[in-house]
């Protein structure tokens, strides 16, 4: 069974460097053909996507974030992590751990509210 989820603090403060990790448990994340991914749905709003890193390692990132985002990976860990820098409170959201490929999988969500 197929199971992720998020961590990393619910309050940063603004300018600060948001992390959050997820861990996967049930399929190792370098399994052949599966992204994962991260995506944030602001109070309000649509789901939007922030990026991935797929089974080789390789990134892909929104345009609009991509200067202040880097997602990385632990093998060992089965875990893959998000760095979004320098946060305003316009990225206050509930943060989701995405997997594509052979069904989508989605974490529970992680709040994080940017304030001071």
């Known amino acids: 069974q197929v199971q992720l989820q998020e961590s990393g603090p619910g309050l940063v403060k603004p300018s600060e460097t948001l992390s959050l990790s997820c861990t996967v448990s049930?399929?190792?994340?370098?399994?052949?053909?599966?992204?994962w991914n991260w995506i944030r749905q602001p109070p309000g709003k649509g789901l939007e996507w922030i990026g991935h890193?797929?089974?080789?390692?390789?990134?892909a990132y929104n345009p609009s974030l991509k200067s202040r985002i880097a997602i990385s990976r632990d093998t060992t860990k089965n875990q893959f992590t998000l760095l979004l820098s320098s946060v305003t409170p316009e990225d206050t959201a509930v943060y989701y751990c995405?997997?594509?490929?052979?069904?989508?999988?989605w974490g529970q969500g992680a709040q994080v509210t940017v304030s001071a």
């Open positions: 890193i797929r089974d080789s390692g390789g990134t």
């Open positions: 049930g399929v190792p994340i370098t399994t052949a053909s599966y992204l």
């Open positions: 995405v997997r594509f490929g052979g069904g989508h999988y």
